[in-house]
Structures are given as structure tokens and as C-alpha cells.
């Protein structure tokens, strides 16, 4: 083998670590149809960003983070970040202020992800 190519190959080693930690962080996003555990509640949309559509290139699912703040929390304080991916009309759909259903945990009530399924369904019927 060349050296030139053998130093090339090395130098783009860490990079190639980089790609495959992102992805397997990616890979265990939750799923729009596996909502997470816990109980049913609602929560407000505080921020969002992530994946935009892109001309041209067909996406079944958009990647999103969003910080949510439960509807009933009485202080309206305490907020939670998490990450889903949504099917191209819940994704477009997505607003700050609009309130969400999500899923909590038993007793603390803090907020494990969105219920994406519920989600979708939610704006599949607001639309139709």
C-alpha cells in the first residue's frame, strides 16, 4: 500500500468514531408508533429546531428536538428537553405554544418523550 494512503486512511479514523457515535445516538431516538412508558399528559411546546425539508429529497421522518413544559404545571418552571422523530405532517405541524401530548412517569410527572403516535394522529384529524 502506499504511505500516502495509509496515513490519509489513519487521520480520518477519529472522524469515522464521530459518524458512527451520532448515528447510534440517532438510531436510539424513539420512533413515531413506539410511544415511550409511562402515563398519558399534555405539555406546551416552549422551542423545537432539527432537520428541515430538503428540495428535491423525499424524508419519511424529521428528526426534532423539543423542549416541552407540562400544560398543568402550576408554576410553569420546570421544562424538559428531549428528542423524537415525526412523520412529515406532525414534523410541519410543530409550533411553539402548542400544547402536545406527551408521556410522564408515575408520580414525579416528569416528562419522558413525546407521544408521537398520539401526536400524528392528533394532526392527521385536525387536517381531514
Given at each position: 500500500m502506499?504511505p500516502?494512503v495509509?496515513a490519509a486512511t489513519?487521520?480520518h479514523?477519529?472522524?469515522?468514531?464521530?459518524?458512527?457515535k451520532?448515528l447510534g445516538s440517532?438510531?436510539s431516538?424513539?420512533r413515531p408508533?413506539?410511544?415511550?412508558?409511562?402515563?398519558?399528559?399534555r405539555?406546551?411546546?416552549?422551542y423545537y429546531?432539527?432537520?428541515e425539508p430538503v428540495?428535491?429529497?423525499?424524508q419519511?421522518?424529521y428528526?426534532?428536538?423539543?423542549?416541552?413544559?407540562l400544560t398543568?404545571?402550576?408554576?410553569?418552571a420546570?421544562?424538559t428537553?428531549v428528542?423524537?422523530?415525526?412523520?412529515r405532517?406532525a414534523?410541519?405541524?410543530?409550533?411553539?405554544?402548542?400544547?402536545?401530548?406527551?408521556?410522564?412517569?408515575p408520580g414525579?410527572?416528569?416528562?419522558?418523550?413525546?407521544?408521537?403516535e398520539?401526536f400524528e394522529?392528533?394532526v392527521v384529524a385536525a387536517?381531514?
Amino acid at each position: 500500500m502506499h504511505p500516502g494512503v495509509a496515513a490519509a486512511t489513519c487521520d480520518h479514523a477519529p472522524m469515522l468514531g464521530g459518524i458512527r457515535k451520532r448515528l447510534g445516538s440517532l438510531l436510539s431516538m424513539p420512533r413515531p408508533g413506539t410511544p415511550p412508558e409511562g402515563d398519558p399528559a399534555r405539555a406546551t411546546v416552549v422551542y423545537y429546531f432539527g432537520d428541515e425539508p430538503v428540495a428535491g429529497v423525499r424524508q419519511d421522518f424529521y428528526w426534532r428536538t423539543v423542549e416541552l413544559r407540562l400544560t398543568d404545571d402550576p408554576q410553569g418552571a420546570r421544562t424538559t428537553t428531549v428528542e423524537t422523530y415525526l412523520v412529515r405532517q406532525a414534523h410541519q405541524a410543530l409550533r411553539t405554544g402548542m400544547d402536545i401530548p406527551v408521556r410522564v412517569k408515575p408520580g414525579t410527572r416528569a416528562i419522558v418523550g413525546i407521544d408521537s403516535e398520539a401526536f400524528e394522529a392528533e394532526v392527521v384529524a385536525a387536517a381531514g
